[in-house]
């Protein structure tokens, strides 16, 4: 079977997912990306890891499917590319400051054939202001970008009052989070729950965090490019 949809919003496209891992790993050779530089590693790594994502919407209560959504950090297309393959009712963008990455992710989108995908190259700060950003995604997603009281202050601007954020994290976020609580207030989202997942022995344990927006966010946030990184809140 080619492809199995097990919700109307839903569909895992093995060939289309086989064929990211290979266009991926091309472009890995020129660029270097990431580095999981093996199919078996890519699959594992950014495909499984970002797919995980579909499982944790089913466990942790309250969270809806998106219409719209943006990966902050985006680099090589992760979790951007598996989400956008398998959920093809939601919107997809992506951001990052790096702009060959962008344009490697963009010639990755064309060879897909992927229609519901946006890339832009800006800074999280600066975009945040664009008011055709701020306030407009029902979810936002980071791997590997920053702790969870910076990824706060760049995600929760351009959410939707009642959107979610995702951060993916290793199992040890205990920390992250108990640092996270001043942004969490002064942000307006509450701590919405975490999806423990394992990819394999090689990869072991990781978790996927989750917030809520609960208000509007004060135009003060976030603040200049550079200071959520320097001095988080
Ligand atoms: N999410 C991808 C993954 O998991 O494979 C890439 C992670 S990579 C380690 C982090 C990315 O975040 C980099 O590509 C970097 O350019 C981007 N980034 C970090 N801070 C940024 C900022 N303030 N504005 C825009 N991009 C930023």
């Known amino acids: 079977m080619r492809a199995v949809c097990y919700t109307p919003f839903v569909i895992i496209d093995q060939v289309k997912l086989r064929q990211l891992v290979h266009v991926f790993l091309e472009e890995n050779k020129k660029l270097n990306l990431s580095a999981f530089r093996t199919d078996e590693h890519c699959w594992i790594g950014n495909v499984l890891d970002s797919l995980s994502f579909l499982e944790a919407l089913k466990s942790v209560e309250g969270l809806k499917m998106p219409a719209t959504l943006l990966d902050i950090g985006t680099g090589g297309g992760f ?21 060959k990455k962008i344009d490697a992710v963009q010639r990755i989108v064309a060879s897909l054939g992927l229609k519901n995908v946006g890339l832009f190259v800006d800074r999280f700060e600066d975009k945040a202001r664009d008011k055709n950003f701020r306030e407009k995604f029902d979810c936002v997603t980071a791997r590997a970008v920053a702790p969870i009281a910076v990824l706060l202050e760049y995600a929760v601007p351009f959410l939707t009052v009642g959107g979610f954020c995702a951060f993916w994290k290793s199992s040890k976020v205990a920390d992250e989070l108990a640092a996270s609580v001043n942004a969490q207030k002064i942000l307006g989202v509450s701590f919405a729950g975490t999806y423990e997942y394992d990819l394999s022995s090689d990869f072991g344990k990781r978790l996927i965090v989750f917030f809520r927006k609960t208000k509007t966010t004060s135009s003060e946030y976030p603040r200049k490019v550079g200071i959520p990184k320097a001095k988080p809140l």
Do not use: K
């Open 79 to 99: 979790p951007l590319l598996p989400l956008a393959i398998s959920l093809p009712e939601t919107h997809c963008s992506g951001i990052d400051a790096t702009r």
